[in-house]
Structure formats: structure tokens, C-alpha cells
């Protein structure tokens, strides 16, 4: 199966030294953000869990002890943009992320390793240029140790527009300005150029727009077969495997003013405050009335033997 770290929350950036305790203890606990009383309990080993994929902002704290995840595939996602303190005010430095997105690929290989540019609004500081210049910069640093880098354009979740209530959509013309120019940066730094959930016109400019996290991408990353079953979609059309998560909604520190997964920060904090390291739950402690319901696990990859 493939466990998911990031779609909740920041692990690697915040939640580090927890994570590897639950490597350790083998086995981790994660409450239903829809039924708070139902705990979901996933064996953490590797003959089941085929594919531990992480989405940050800043994987540096995990760095140091990378080395203890070695018996699992890995695939990760880093997130790297044009913007400042005042759209991300708590991302670490845009240098350092860069250089832990080299030793990264180094470690677990660039097929590994995806650069994640999203998501992209317009504004008056930040414009297409901005985007462009800023844009050939990364790519400028990463050739070489990444293949693939996955773009997107915001969308207005309700706690995004609560958040960010001056922001707007991007127009399928300015999106298709962004997506012609950063095809063309792509190219250039042998970079693929992928985009995630995304209208599949855009696909017309070059752009691969079949999904960030589908088999075939993690098949085709990882040179391996999985035989994975009929799993429900994140939106009708779109194949990414975006389920099986261990994180928790607002429990993220970044303070991205974009973000979907923070209702406020005054929540964020308030969680944060729960968090203990030993706990098997990322956020908090189980309670008398939770439910645990251990987890249906079964190994996807294919032992079979290609004849082509």
C-alpha cells in the first residue's frame, strides 16, 4: 500500500522527530478528520507499506536520519516558489531548500524527487514575470537532480478564500501564458513539466497533465510493478493516490496564507501544543471512546516476471 504524509499537514518540517519514533514503534495512529472518535491504525513495515510519500516545505530535519527509512521506497515532493514572507511567512530560506533538494535526490535518486511549484495566483507583486523569472531560477539550480516538476493553480477552498480573501483565480488565458513558458524553461533544463488536478486542455502546450502522484509515476519512478486496486478518485477524472494520510488537518506551521488544510493559526497553535512525540497520534492522545480500527494492508508490487 502507499502511505501518505503530506496532504494534512508538513511531517518533515514539523513533525520529524515523531515521525521516525512511529518508524521505530512500527506502527502509527491517525484520527479521522470526518469521525474524531474512529482511529485508523496502519502497520508501519516494509513488507506492507510499499511507498512512504512526503509532500514539504522544508525536509532538512529529516536529513539526518534519512538513513532509517533505507528499507522503504521513498517519493517525495518538495515545494519551492516565487513567493516571500508575506504568502509564506514561517518557510525557511529558498537556498537551504534548494541545496536539501540536492543531497535529497542524492540519496533516494532524482525520479525520487519532484520540485512542486504550486500553487499560483496572480497579484500585483506577483506577477506572470515574477513567476517566469522566479521559475528559470529553480529550475536553473535543480537541472540535474530532479526529472520532474509538478505546477498548479490555486484553488478557492473556503478556508483558502477565509484566509486569503483577495485572491483570485487564475484565467485559463493567463494559465496557459504560465504553462507555455515554463514548458519551454522545462525543456531547457530537462526538467518534465507536470501539472495536478488541472484542466486537461493544458495538455494542447505540452504539459503532462495526467496527475502528480498515479501509478505510472510512482511505477515509472521507482522501476517497479504495483498491482494496485480500484481506489476512489480525488476528482473525477484524475488517478492520484491520495489516500492512506497520517497527518492531521491545522497542525501545520508555515502559516501559508493559501493553505487548505488551516482553519487560523490561533487553531494551528493550539494543536501544535498537543503534539507529543511519543505519541502514536500525530496530534493529541487516544481517549477512552476512540474507536481503533486497524488498517486493511497488503503489499502492491508485482513479483511477476515481465517477458517483454
Not at 503530506?6 to 515523531?18: F, K, M, N, V
Not at 485508523?40 to 522544508?58: A, E, R, W
Not at 521506497?73 to 537556498?95: C, M, R, S
Not at 477524472?237 to 508555515?254: K, V
Amino acid at each position: 500500500m502507499i502511505l501518505n504524509t503530506g496532504s494534512r499537514t508538513d511531517i518533515p518540517a514539523y513533525y520529524s522527530e515523531w515521525f521516525y519514533n512511529r518508524i521505530k514503534e512500527g506502527f502509527v495512529y491517525t484520527r479521522n478528520p470526518y469521525n474524531p472518535k474512529l482511529i485508523h491504525s496502519y502497520k508501519l513495515d516494509p513488507s506492507v507499506v510499499d511507498v512512504l510519500v512526503f509532500c514539504t516545505k522544508n525536509p532538512e530535519p529529516m536529513m539526518k536520519r534519512l538513513n532509517e527509512l533505507d528499507g522503504y521506497h521513498q517519493f517525495w515532493g518538495v515545494t519551492l516558489t516565487a513567493y516571500g514572507k508575506d504568502i509564506e511567512p514561517q518557510v525557511p530560506n529558498k537556498h537551504r531548500i534548494i541545496e536539501c533538494i540536492k543531497e535529497l535526490s542524492k540519496r533516494v535518486g532524482p525520479s525520487c524527487v519532484e520540485w512542486r511549484y504550486d500553487p499560483i495566483f496572480l497579484s500585483d507583486k506577483y506577477t506572470k514575470e515574477v513567476h517566469i523569472r522566479s521559475f528559470e531560477h529553480i529550475a536553473r539550480e535543480l537541472s540535474g537532480s530532479i526529472e520532474a516538476c509538478v505546477i498548479s493553480f490555486i484553488d478557492l477552498y473556503q478556508k483558502t478564500i477565509k484566509n486569503f480573501p483577495s485572491v483570485s483565480e487564475v484565467t485559463l488565458d493567463d494559465q496557459i501564458e504560465l504553462i507555455k513558458e515554463f514548458v519551454q524553461i522545462g525543456n531547457k533544463y530537462k526538467i518534465r513539466i507536470k501539472t495536478c488536478l488541472e484542466n486537461k486542455i493544458l495538455a494542447e502546450y505540452g504539459v503532462d497533465t495526467n496527475g502528480c502522484l498515479t501509478q505510472s509515476v510512482l511505477e515509472n519512478s521507482l522501476d517497479m510493478k504495483l498491482n494496485i486496486p480500484n481506489l476512489v478518485q480525488a476528482r473525477e477524472g484524475f488517478d492520484c493516490l491520495l489516500g492512506n494520510d497520517i497527518g492531521s488537518y491545522n497542525s501545520c506551521g508555515h502559516g501559508c496564507v493559501y493553505c487548505y488544510a488551516n482553519y487560523d493559526m490561533n487553531l494551528v497553535r493550539e494543536n501544535m501544543k498537543k503534539h507529543n512525540k511519543n505519541s502514536p497520534l500525530l496530534i493529541g492522545e487516544l481517549n477512552e471512546e476512540d474507536i481503533v480500527r486497524e488498517m486493511k494492508q497488503v503489499s502492491y508490487i508485482s513479483h511477476q516476471l515481465s517477458l517483454f
